[in-house]
T-cell receptor
Framework: EPEVTQTPSHQVTQMGQEVILRCVPI?????FYWYRQILGQKVEFLVS????????KSEIFDDQFSVERPDGSNFTLKIRSTKLEDSAMYFC???????????????FGPGTRLTVL | AQSVTQLGSHVSVSEGALVLLRCNYS??????LFWYVQYPNQGLQLLLK??????LVKGINGFEAEFKKSETSFHLTTPSAHMSDAAEYFC??????????????FGAGTRLAVHP
């Protein structure tokens, strides 16, 4: 069964460093999302991405964050200068464009646990 | 704006017992509601969803949920818990008025423990 994959599974970084989290979507999926979950808190929407541009972003997604699809397969989330409060589990999700539309299932990857020291 | 509240961050049941995980939502428009499950070290997997039509929705692994507009609830149940049901369960609502491909707004999650 096709699945969304994410790398790395765990990233430890120093405050102020740049990190790139990678996601490989399911092959026929064209709509992508990043969510994050700070330990003990809700899963929160960060950004959605379609046709090589951001569709929507939350207030969390400030200038320190960026997303891109550099090679037509990977979908990346970059945090330019990490802060302690960026420590969280980051989930990538993807959905196909056809089908039921807004109710399409979002398929989630296993997550990347980011620890900022 | 839409929001979701899950009552009970931890629920513990005996194997074979009824499971009830509570979810209440707030939405200014007709809601589209989802339950996701997360097993240890895995991503979130869709259990079931309500969009329109029948208010009792059946999902995978013997789970079902009933949309009750008057109570703004979408509680998840299964009649007989299995050890393999131990996981974290998230209720979610589509975050806009519909149309397009919208973000999910999640509740805080409920961790289900099943003991022999």
């Amino acid at each position: 069964e096709p699945e969304v994959t994410q790398t790395p599974s765990h990233q430890v970084t120093q405050m102020g460093q740049e990190v790139i989290l990678r996601c490989v979507p399911i092959s026929n999926h064209l709509y992508f999302y990043w969510y994050r979950q700070i330990l003990g808190q809700k899963v929160e929407f960060l950004v959605s991405f379609y046709n090589n541009e951001i569709s929507e972003k939350s207030e969390i997604f400030d200038d320190q964050f960026s997303v891109e699809r550099p090679d037509g397969s990977n979908f990346t989330l970059k945090i330019r200068s990490t802060k302690l409060e960026d420590s969280a589990m980051y989930f990538c999700a993807t959905t196909e464009l056809a089908g039921e539309g807004p109710y399409n299932e979002q398929f989630f990857g296993p997550g990347t646990r980011l620890t900022v020291l | 704006a839409q929001s979701v509240t899950q009552l009970g961050s931890h629920v513990s049941v005996s194997e074979g017992a009824l499971v009830l995980l509570r979810c209440n939502y707030s939405s200014s428009v007709p809601p589209y509601l989802f339950w996701y499950v997360q097993y240890p070290n895995q991503g979130l997997q869709l259990l079931l969803k309500y969009t329109t039509g029948a208010t009792l929705v059946k999902g995978i692994n013997g789970f079902e949920a009933e949309f009750k507009k008057s109570e703004t609830s979408f509680h998840l149940t299964t009649p007989s818990a299995h050890m393999s049901d131990a996981a974290e369960y998230f209720c979610a609502v589509i975050g806009t008025a519909g149309g397009g491909y919208n973000k999910l707004i999640f509740g805080a999650g409920t961790r289900l423990a099943v003991h022999p």
